[in-house]
């Protein structure tokens, strides 16, 4: 996969602005969800669109996905997640060592780590994105061994200082070469890094110190949430290492589309069907909001893609405070079927406005057929 792979998913250009990605992926991710289109491969689609627009919808990532590609994008920058050591990103020291022959390792295999960060993917429904919401999400983790309490050693047994390393997790390795004798660090091949042995190993654990478990925990999801948006619980990952605390939890928000209406942050969008009497006379119609149906003035004469500001009846701002806005595009609504009466009245309406005499098309006797079988 290069690094043009993500805009083609989402049909969108390399130069594209976060407002074009936006949009869209919200039409492409209503377009195949699964719950609306149920043609074979529309889940796989939708699970492309989500992968793209979490890279690319976020600057960060999006820049290290430009320019190194979907393991660039993956690698940590800008989300949290970094496959680097927090210690000293992976040891560079060790490196230098390796070929140089430097002084040893400044970092302790003995010091407590922080265990791995996880990610988690939430879907939310429409209204829970807007109103918030307390969900419970159940994952597996690697925990804390219940047996040896994370040291690995048999109950009642302790780990002690490797014989080999001495307690360091590196050894030097001396190597003939053309140039001379070279010395290299290599990381011990007893206690592979960790400066202990475990002469008897706990049996439940296998000396790794950790187990898998499902883990629960509830999230708190504030009004307002969008697509891509995170969350970050903190000590819900994975343990830790010589006593370390645990790893960080991301739960990454996924909302489900709408079959009513569309969002563009706390903004709200919605299409009000009328007919051609209410938009030539006005009306005063009911419009559904996110807050419930509100009454809404049609002046006379209005005509399709006519829009209306609902104000305040909108999403929440998530970090600005207050509701966004609603606004209603009117589309007017050409009847398909008439009844004698309603003919007699727009042939009059037409006569009225000077149109002169209009020629109704007759139906066939194929149309009156499929007008019976559409209407049984």
């Known amino acids: 996969m290069n690094n043009q792979e993500y ?3 989402l049909g969108v250009s390399k130069n594209a602005s976060q407002d074009e990605i936006k949009k869209a992926y919200r039409k492409m991710s209503k377009k195949y969800h699964p719950d609306i289109n149920k043609d074979p491969g529309a889940e796989q689609k939708y699970k492309d669109i989500q992968e793209a627009y979490e890279t690319l919808g976020d600057e960060q990532k999006r820049a290290a996905y430009d320019q190194y590609g979907p393991d660039g994008a993956n690698a940590g920058f800008g989300g949290g997640f970094s496959g680097f050591d927090s210690a000293g990103f992976g040891g560079f020291e060790d490196i ?3 070929f140089f022959g430097g002084g040893g390792s400044s970092r302790n295999p003995n010091a407590p780590r922080q265990g791995d960060d996880l990610q988690y993917r939430l879907n939310l429904k429409f209204e829970e994105a807007i109103f918030g919401a307390e969900k419970d999400v159940t994952y597996n983790r690697e925990a804390e061994c219940h047996t040896c309490h994370g040291s690995g050693a048999k109950p009642g047994t302790s780990p002690v200082t490797c014989s080999r390393c001495h307690g360091q997790g590196v050894i030097n390795v001396d190597t003939q070469t053309p140039l001379g004798m070279m010395r290299r660090q290599v990381t011990c091949d007893v206690c592979h890094g960790t400066g202990k042995e475990i002469k008897e190993p706990c049996g439940t654990c296998q000396g790794t110190g950790h187990e898998k478990k499902s883990h629960k925990v509830s999230v708190k999801v504030p009004a307002g949430v969008e697509t891509g948006q995170q969350i970050r619980l903190q000590g ?3 343990a830790g290492f010589n006593g370390g605390p645990y790893g960080d939890l991301f739960v990454i928000i996924n909302v489900l589309p709408s079959k009513k209406f569309e969002r563009d ?4 969008y919605y299409t009000l069907n009328i007919s051609f009497a209410q938009a030539a006379l006005g009306d005063t ?3 559904p909001t996110v807050h419930g149906d509100v009454e809404m003035t049609i002046p006379e004469g209005t005509q399709t893609g006519k829009t209306f500001r609902l104000k305040g009846k909108g999403a929440p701002r998530l970090r600005g405070g207050g509701q966004g806005d609603q606004y209603v595009t009117i589309n007017v609504v050409t009847p398909t079927k008439l009844n004698d009466g309603q003919k007699e009245a727009l042939l009059a309406l037409a006569a009225a406005s ?4 209009i020629q109704p098309k007759k ?4 149309d009156k057929v499929k007008d019976a079988f559409d209407g049984e």
């Open 7 to 9: 805009y083609d998913r």
């Open 96 to 98: 230098f060592s390796s």
């Open 236 to 238: 819900q990952g994975e």
């Open 265 to 268: 942050g706390s903004t709200i």
């Open 285 to 287: 119609v009911e419009v």
């Open 354 to 357: 000077g149109e002169g005499s």
């Open 363 to 366: 139906k066939g006797f194929f």
